[in-house]
């Protein structure tokens, strides 16, 4: 079994990421939107208010990837709903029969 790689994130990313949710948005949210554990944005959130968040210079993630994040998880959210909708309309046409 292979081990999987620790991401490592930019100063840049994590106050991105916290600034969604000051901004209003959920954790939860938030976390979906960037592909992100919920636990590792409320350790992010935690770190701000303490002042010591910080970022590595090592494997940035670029605002490009950051996009295809967001994209990728808005995708899978709209693939889900269609799949519902279809189950949705499907159950509702047998039912009229």
Do not use: C, H
């Amino acid at each position: 079994m292979e081990k999987s790689k620790r991401a490592r994130y930019t100063q840049e990313f994590k106050q991105e990421a916290v600034r969604l949710v000051e901004s209003g948005q959920s954790i939860a949210a938030a976390a979906r939107s960037l592909e992100l554990v919920e636990q590792t944005l409320y350790n992010w959130i935690k770190a701000q208010r303490q002042g010591k968040l910080l970022g590595s210079p090592e494997n940035p993630v670029s605002a490009e990837q950051m996009e295809i994040s967001r994209l990728r998880a808005e995708l899978a959210r709209v693939k889900m709903e269609r799949d519902i909708l279809g189950k949705a309309t499907a159950y509702f046409a047998k039912e009229q029969k």
